[in-house]
């Protein structure tokens, strides 16, 4: 079983529509979770940091995030052209004290304009 | 969230050759850590490094092939040592805060094609 699990997508929405991205993990100690965005040729950028069960707004993101289920999602509100990127899940492995990630295999999202 | 600079950007290798990648970090940092991302794939931790120790090293991943110079809290390298095509890929440096549950933040990464 992989540590990190993403709906593998690719996922197209029309603009303005709500775009939602799943993530599952293996490693019931694990503390941290990372939503990072990926423009194509470009490297990751942290967009989201969730850390206790419930929800956490920035913005247009919503992450959400249930321990029980070992469950991490990410919502995009109306989302826009330049949300079109690939989404990592990224979640520490080893427990509160240990600061590897593994990242999931991305969820290609495209915004329809 | 601290500046990295890695460098080459890009290049071109020929197979059986080496090629040493830095990462530039504006600001002290405890832990470095080095990617691989190869094409059309997420990212794999080839190692962890921290200033004054050898490098730790994820499974699937050997300090000959690969290895790691972390000789002070900004700055580290990696070698990519005796390349073949199947080591083009995306080489990225990132660092954290050393606090276990902080995320990290990356540089622009390399990317290297082996011919």
């Known amino acids: 079983q992989k540590e990190v699990e993403q709906n593998s997508g690719p996922l197209s929405v029309p603009e303005g529509a709500i775009a939602s991205l799943n993530c599952t993990y293996s490693?019931?100690?694990?503390?941290?979770f990372f939503w990072y965005r990926q423009y194509s040729g470009k490297s990751p950028e942290l967009i989201m940091s969730?850390?206790?069960?419930g929800d956490k707004e920035d913005g247009r993101f919503t992450a959400q995030l249930n321990k029980a289920s070992q469950y991490v999602s990410l919502l995009i509100r109306d989302s826009q052209p330049s949300d079109s990127a690939t989404y990592l899940c990224a979640v520490n492995i080893g427990g509160s004290n240990d600061y590897k990630l593994s990242f999931g295999a991305g969820t290609t999202v495209t915004v329809r304009a | 969230s601290a500046v990295i600079s890695q460098k080459p950007s890009r290049d071109i290798c020929q197979r059986g050759t080496s090629l040493t990648i830095q990462c530039q970090v504006d600001s002290q940092v405890t832990m470095m850590f080095w990617y691989r991302q190869q094409p059309g794939q997420s990212l794999t931790l080839i190692a962890t490094a921290n200033q004054g120790s050898e490098a730790t090293y994820e499974s699937g991943f050997v300090i000959d092939k690969f290895p790691i110079s972390r000789p002070n809290l900004t700055f580290s390298t990696l070698t990519v040592s005796n390349m073949s095509p199947e080591d083009s890929s995306i080489y990225l440096c990132?660092?954290?805060?050393?606090?276990?549950?902080?995320?990290?933040?990356f540089g622009d990464g390399t990317r290297l094609s082996i011919l």
């Open positions: 969730i850390y206790s069960n």
């Open positions: 990132s660092v954290d805060s050393g606090v276990g549950n902080q995320p990290q933040h």
């Open positions: 490693d019931r100690g694990s503390q941290s």
